[in-house]
């Protein structure tokens, strides 16, 4: 199972700012997924980042508020920008594995936007 | 659409007591995934169950799935205290280098030692 962890572990932003969310694995991987975890709430997924190609967003996300880098197959990044309360969730990211499809996480990102 | 509506939202048990949750789903499936997670940290993958197969073990895990009913049961045995989690439960519609997961709602467990 790959090894994943995120920085940073968590933050807390001023409204209208920016943070970035970094994901890196200990082997490389080719698909790699960030998802939203609201309070009490479960997962979300927000994009499938391939590495070499643009992230591909799900339903209710977009590429200006949530913009994703994959420069090589161990690393990712997801920014979220110009941050409101409702961003506060956490964030995490996930690698896909095996021919199934189970997924392996980091430990997430707890965001709080004030 | 949601999909993976478990149930119950909340279970509360004694240590040494089984744990029984619930998940459907709406759509048709290649396989069927639990997962633990910890106070709001990172998930844990459990077990994984494939749209041909009707049960599945591992440890104190036993899976069930009915595709008929698009629906699966999860079974701790034997509670502990360290099971106290929430469980997700994440269906996987496409094979191959999708990966795609569609998680459900949750079961927050609580074993009371």
């Known amino acids: 199972s790959a090894v994943i962890s995120q920085k940073p572990s968590r933050d807390i932003c001023q409204r209208g700012t920016s943070l970035t969310i970094q994901c890196q694995v200990d082997?490389?991987?080719?698909?790699m997924f960030w998802y939203r975890q609201q309070p009490g709430q479960s997962l979300t997924l927000i994009a499938t980042a391939n590495q070499g190609s643009e992230a591909t967003y799900e339903s209710g996300f977009v590429i200006d508020k949530f913009p994703i880098s994959r420069p090589n197959l161990t690393f990712s990044t997801l920014t979220v920008s110009n941050m409101s309360p409702e961003d506060s969730s956490i964030y995490l990211c996930?690698?896909?594995?095996?021919?199934?499809?189970?997924?392996?996480f980091g430990p997430g990102t707890r965001l709080t936007v004030t | 659409s949601q999909q993976g509506e478990e149930d119950p939202q909340a279970l509360s048990i004694q240590e040494g007591e089984n744990a029984t949750m619930n998940c459907s789903y709406k759509?048709?499936?290649?396989?069927l995934q639990w997962y633990r997670q910890n106070s709001g940290r990172g998930l844990v993958h459990l077990i994984l169950i494939r749209s041909n197969e009707r049960e599945k073990h591992s440890g104190r895990l036993r899976v069930t799935l009915d595709t008929s009913k698009k629906s699966s049961s999860l079974l701790i045995t034997a509670s502990r205290a360290a099971d106290t989690a929430s469980y997700f439960c994440?269906?996987?519609?496409?094979?191959?280098?999708?990966?795609?997961?569609?998680f459900g709602k949750g079961t927050l467990l609580t074993v009371n030692p």
């Open positions: 996930s690698v896909g594995s095996g021919d199934d499809g189970e997924q392996y």
């Open positions: 082997s490389q991987v080719t698909m």
């Open positions: 994440a269906s996987s519609n496409s094979g191959g280098s999708n990966y795609k997961l569609t």
């Open positions: 759509t048709s499936i290649n396989n």
